[in-house]
């Protein structure tokens, strides 16, 4: 390519740009009177805001059909569906055949059309899992939902614990190992990561899977994925505990300060903290006259009697020697 075909090429280039930019500036002002434009949504026209004149009209508005008047009212007409989620396996973006047998009107359906019905709702499930690894998801999933909705744990939870499974699955873990004990492994990493920790105990019997598994499969899972996951502190079960127990503030308050004396003397480390945090409720129940039994104690928190007595005496003798 010669040096003036460079030229006109470019030229050429030069006048379409300036066309173009022309023909915009056009479209923004009045082809009357060199005004400039305005767009009424309400009437669907453009008009020019010096001389008046309509310059476009029923033009097709793209908003809704509807009118809100604050932020609730918005959300609760919108008709946009639910956002998507890390808790189905399909992220909420398939179409689900609901389960009651009517029509749009609330008519209920015949016999015939409610066997129609059953059939498509049976081969839209089929086709809502078209692999192996799709149905794994599944199973595993509606496991992490079942043993967080058992334990009382918030969505939030479920959700990274979805999170995890899924890198579980992609990372190709899960050979050896079962669809359980991967979930139940990935929503007890998750119940410590966002600081409202389960014990092992706890999670082990709402699972269908051993403890000693759980164990296994949680520490495979965790250096595995890398997961910082920070050891469980003793304070973040004692409003639980508390709460279980009906005791009130106070004692809370107590039993916190309790082990936040325990870790200045070093006596937390190597222990349990379920036993800590059950030990200091119990202690501080004692020490602020609201009495409760080492049996109640030790069935809320699922540890033996012996473990709170050993754990009891040495909170207070951690007190004694902070505040002598």
Avoid at 1 to 7: F, K
Avoid at 162 to 171: G, K, N, P, Q, T
Wanted: overall charge negative.
């Amino acid at each position: 390519m010669t040096d003036t075909t460079i030229r006109r090429y470019t030229n050429e280039n030069e006048t379409d740009v300036e066309e173009t930019t022309e023909e915009a500036d056009e479209e923004l002002v009045c082809p009357e009177c060199g005004g400039s434009l305005l767009s009424d949504s309400e009437r669907g026209e453009t008009v020019c805001e010096d001389c008046g004149l309509v310059v476009e009209e029923d033009e097709i508005d793209p908003g809704p059909e509807w009118r809100a008047f604050d932020s609730k009212e918005k959300d609760e007409k919108s008709r946009v569906g639910a956002p998507t989620t890390n808790m189905m396996h399909d992220k909420g973006l398939s179409t689900n055949i609901g389960w009651q047998d009517k029509d749009a009107y609330g008519n209920s359906l015949s016999s015939r059309q409610r066997e129609k019905m059953q059939r498509l709702r049976t081969w839209n499930e089929r086709f809502r899992t078209r692999d192996s690894k799709e149905r794994n998801l599944k199973q595993a999933l509606g496991e992490i939902d079942r043993m967080a909705s058992a334990l009382g744990l918030p969505e939030n939870v479920r959700e990274t614990a979805s999170v995890i499974y899924r890198r579980a699955l992609d990372e190709d873990l899960l050979p050896g190992r079962s669809i359980e004990g991967v979930s139940t492994a990935s929503l007890y990493a998750a119940a410590r990561q966002a600081g409202t920790p389960r014990s092992l105990d706890e999670i082990a019997n709402v699972s269908r899977v051993d403890k000693d598994e759980i164990a296994r499969t949680y520490r495979y899972v965790v250096r595995e994925l890398s997961l910082e996951i920070q050891p469980a502190d003793p304070e973040s079960y004692v409003p639980r505990f508390a709460s279980d127990l009906d005791l009130s503030e106070e004692v809370e308050r107590r039993a916190r300060q309790l082990l936040k004396n325990a870790k200045e003397e070093g006596v937390h480390s190597g222990k349990s903290p379920v036993g800590l945090a059950a030990a200091a409720v119990y202690a501080a129940s004692l020490l602020t006259n609201e009495k409760v039994t080492q049996s109640e104690v030790s069935e809320v928190a699922n540890i033996s009697e012996v473990t709170i007595r050993n754990r009891y005496h040495e909170l207070l003798e951690a007190e004694d020697s902070v505040h002598p």
